[in-house]
Nanobody
Framework: QVQLIESGGGLVQAGGSLRLSCLVS????????MGWFRQAPGKVREFVGQ????????DYADSVKGRFTISRDNAKNTVYLQMNSLKPEDTAVYYC????????????WGQGTQVTVTS
């Protein structure tokens, strides 16, 4: 098990940018695939994107493709979500999640960080 702590959320105007960070405890961070998810009020949690343990493979939800970028620094046990061209519909609590390479489901979750985009 690892612990995940997100940071970097806040209030931003439409068209602006934010970078979220997720610090992961433990010495095995580089063996985990990392994901970002979000949950807007009254909606189910949805997938935003993910990055492989090596950082060589990423994929994104269609709603954020071309605007959001996931990266990781294994030396710092940190994964990032760079969000550009933000829209009001991006408003949500953003969660990072971890799963061991080869695992089916994400089973380690952070507490979430709020992102609010105003029009």
């Amino acid at each position: 098990q690892v612990q995940l702590i997100e940071s970097g959320g806040g209030l931003v105007q439409a068209g602006g940018s934010l970078r979220l960070s997720c610090l992961v405890s433990g010495r095995t961070f580089s063996s985990y695939n990392m994901g970002w998810f979000r949950q807007a009020p009254g909606k189910v949690r949805e997938f935003v994107g993910q990055i492989s343990w090596s950082g060589s493979i990423t994929d994104y939800a269609d709603s954020v493709k071309g605007r959001f970028t996931i990266s990781r620094d294994n030396a710092k046990n940190t994964v990032y979500l760079q969000m550009n061209s933000l829209k009001p519909e991006d408003t949500a609590v953003y969660y990072c999640a971890a799963k061991r390479s080869g695992a089916y489901q994400y089973d380690n979750w952070g507490q979430g960080t709020q992102v609010t985009v105003t029009s």
